[in-house]
Nanobody, 127 residues
Framework: QVQLVESGGGLVQPGGSLRLSCAAS????????MGWFRQAPGMERELVAA????????DYAISVKGRFTISRDNAKNTVYLQMNSLKPEDTAVYYC????????????????????WGQGTQVTVSS
């Protein structure tokens, strides 16, 4: 079983930055495609960013492209989400997700493609 623990959320002013981390355990991290999703109150869970098991392929939601960067450190079993130029509409609970894959460059963009989820971390962008 894959266990995922997110950290790094908090309150930040518009234009500020945060870095989220997700530490994985229970499985060989380099076999996992990873994703960050977010869910605001009353909204569906949506993809923020995804990264292949190798780190060589990434994908982003249009709303965050150019502001957010997903990366991973397979030696530390951790995936990161660097969030810059934050806006109030980025306010949500952010979730880390994982999927086992045999394909090095596979990226998954839909929530139901990920069987493993973290507990979420709140990000609030407000002045």
């Amino acid at each position: 079983q894959v266990q995922l623990v997110e950290s790094g959320g908090g309150l930040v002013q518009p234009g500020g930055s945060l870095r989220l981390s997700c530490a994985a355990s229970g499985f060989t991290f380099s076999s996992l495609a990873m994703g960050w999703f977010r869910q605001a109150p009353g909204m569906e869970r949506e993809l923020v960013a995804a990264i292949s098991r190798s780190g060589g392929a990434t994908d982003y939601a249009i709303s965050v492209k150019g502001r957010f960067t997903i990366s991973r450190d397979n030696a530390k079993n951790t995936v990161y989400l660097q969030m810059n130029s934050l806006k109030p509409e980025d306010t949500a609970v952010y979730y880390c997700a994982a999927a086992v894959t045999l394909i090095v460059h596979d990226i998954y963009t839909k929530p139901d493609e990920y069987p493993y989820w973290g507990q979420g971390t709140q990000v609030t962008v407000s002045s």
